[in-house]
């Protein structure tokens, strides 16, 4: 792993790898910065890069300049559309960029009630609230103001008709809107609580506490609606490409009309009021999640396909200025650090 998410301050790990061990027929990346680090010390070794998040716009640029400039045969996989289609957008030619569905096992995931009564013991919930999740990839990259408000639309509806149960809204601590909700639900005077939880960015770790998740914005669906859908836990999601994808309307999920208060609103009063239509969703879920993992060596097999296809006659030669490659990359990242601060 690299410290504090920087690839470029991993330079010492990759320098040890470097000198202890021989040169790897591919390497596999897990980041612009990481593919960017490779690309500067080994320029010749053929690279897949694995990309689960949407890039920062500002990593575009480099991006296509890693992908169409490679010394070095390299490859994207992406289990998200957009942003496959987001790198074509910028230039990236389509054939390097390979489109594989999240796959994820479904043994020894099914929650249990002890598990919920854990989860909701530590915020201090009992069983009667409803719980809804802001469910993105990254965690922070819905919005909480509009999640909240959806979640309240929602709870006025029911409660129109009779019922009336507290209502909790979990976002991520780092969430940037957070305190916007804090203030909105104690004005409003309703049974009405935010819970900040680090815990949705390890979605596994929590989702089973919950009674729906809401999955909105650029950032919504990916590898959280999956873990949603491995633990039974019913998604409303606004419609992109990612969701779409993902979810089968009224089978595996709910998709609302657009990513507006009102219309998520309309979909989590259904989900909330309707215990038979929740249950449907939550045996579906588990059926799509099983399926997935069916394709699981036919997704090992596309791998192993791709690794043989980007190192067939291309054999990886030791470059004899590596040390001086890395010595200048580490060189340029200290300088622009040294010019950010100063």
């Known amino acids: 792993s690299m410290p504090r998410s920087q690839a470029m301050l991993g330079w010492l790990a990759l320098r040890r790898r470097m000198r202890s061990a021989p040169l790897p027929d591919v390497m596999h990346c897990w980041s612009a910065g990481a593919l ?21 716009p500002q990593e575009m640029p480099l991006l296509r300049r890693l992908l169409r400039y490679s010394a070095a045969p390299v490859r994207v996989i992406t289990p998200r559309p957009s942003v496959a289609q987001g790198l074509r957008t910028v230039g990236v030619p389509a054939d390097l960029v390979y489109t594989l569905p999240s796959v994820l096992a479904p043994a020894g995931l099914e929650p249990s009630a002890s598990d919920r009564q854990a989860i909701r013991q530590s915020w201090g919930l009992d069983d009667s609230t409803h719980v809804v999740a802001l469910l993105d990839a990254p965690p922070v990259g819905g919005d909480a103001v509009t999640a909240a408000m959806a979640s309240g639309l929602a709870w006025e509806s029911l409660a129109a008709k009779g019922s009336q149960p507290p209502l909790a809204v979990v976002v991520h601590p780092l969430q940037p809107r957070r305190m916007q909700v804090q203030v909105m639900f104690e004005r409003l005077g309703k049974p009405f609580r935010i819970i900040q939880d680090a815990r949705l960015a390890c979605p596994w770790r929590m989702l089973a506490g919950c009674d729906a998740a809401l999955t909105i914005g650029p950032a919504a669906g990916g590898l959280g609606v999956a873990w949603a859908q491995a633990l039974g836990c019913p998604v409303v999601a606004e419609p992109t490409l990612d969701t779409l994808a993902q979810i089968g309307h009224e089978a595996s ?25 929740a249950q449907q969703i939550r045996q579906t879920s588990t059926v799509v999640t099983r399926h997935r993992q069916g394709a699981m060596d036919q997704w090992r097999q596309t791998l192993a396909d791709l690794y043989a296809q980007i190192t067939e006659g291309h054999r990886p030669v030791w470059p004899p200025d590596a040390a001086a490659r890395l010595a200048q990359a580490v060189g340029d990242w200290g300088k622009a650090l040294a010019a950010l601060w100063l």
């Open 36 to 56: 960017n680090l490779v690309n500067r010390c080994w320029p010749r070794l053929p690279r897949v890069l694995t990309l689960v998040e949407p890039p920062q």
């Open 253 to 277: 999920g709910l998709i609302a009309a657009d990513g507006r208060p009102r219309s998520l609103a309309y979909q989590l009063h259904r989900l909330l009021g309707d215990a038979v239509l």
